[in-house]
């Protein structure tokens, strides 16, 4: 069983829907959350971080973290051709500066 | 900010050669690098940890003969693939840890792509 658990799609939605991507883990641990975007052919840039449970809000963005189900939560509101991309989830113990282990990526693609 | 850049962007090589990738933090000074490979369709994979002045942490499978890599500086960390072989065609990403806000957070660079013939 892998640690970090990530559906790899094709998820395809029409623009203007809400996306809802997600992962399950394994590891307790885990304690720092991220989300990452990585568009064809680039390293991924990171969109959101999160410090155990609880939801964090950033422009069209939420991630959310349930620890006690061990399942991490990234929505996309108002989804536009430019989100299409694929998005990972990364996972860490003791900081996010140290190791992270990484979701397979989800590849999303907003129909205009 | 907290830009990383890499150099080369793509790089196609011969069997049997070696080939050396920079990392270089462009803004800030990064105690600590990753350097992670990416086959197509999959996710990263960290192959080691870097800090400035040590010798780098390789994790299981990697082997360290083969993928030297080089911190020499605050802003800067090399890779180099010796004997490059077919197998070893990948993307290569690093990424540098950077202190803000009270938290230590990993920004990426945007990846060389190496191609072995």
């Known amino acids: 069983q892998k640690e970090v658990e990530q559906d790899p799609g094709p998820l395809s939605v029409p623009e203007g829907a809400i996306v809802s991507l997600n992962c399950t883990y394994s590891?307790?641990?885990?304690?720092?959350f991220m989300w990452y975007r990585q568009y064809s052919r680039k390293g991924p840039e990171l969109l959101m971080y999160?410090?155990?449970?609880g939801n964090k809000e950033d422009g069209r963005f939420t991630a959310q973290v349930d620890k006690s189900s061990k399942y991490i939560s990234l929505f996309i509101r108002d989804s536009q051709p430019s989100d299409s991309a694929t998005y990972l989830c990364?996972?860490?113990?003791?900081?996010?500066?140290?190791?992270?282990?990484f979701g397979s990526g989800t590849r999303l693609s907003i129909r205009p | 900010g907290a830009v990383v850049s890499q150099h080369p962007s793509r790089v196609i090589c011969k069997s049997g050669t070696s080939v050396k990738i920079e990392c270089r933090s462009l803004d800030f000074q990064a105690t600590t690098m990753f350097w992670y490979r990416q086959f197509p369709k999959q996710s990263l994979m960290l192959m080691a940890t870097?800090?400035?002045?040590?010798?780098?942490?390789?994790e299981q499978g990697v082997e360290k003969d083969k993928f030297l890599i080089n911190h020499a500086s605050l802003t800067l960390s090399t890779l180099t693939v010796t004997s490059a072989h077919p197998e070893d065609s990948s993307f290569y990403i690093c990424?540098?840890?950077?202190?803000?806000?009270?938290?230590?957070?990993?920004?990426f660079g945007p990846g060389t792509r190496l191609l072995v013939l």
């Open positions: 870097s800090n400035e002045g040590s010798k780098a942490t390789y």
């Open positions: 990364a996972m860490s113990s003791y900081s996010s500066a140290s190791k992270i282990i």
């Open positions: 590891n307790s641990a885990f304690q720092y």
């Open positions: 999160t410090y155990s449970s």
């Open positions: 990424s540098a840890s950077k202190l803000a806000g009270g938290q230590e957070t990993q920004y």
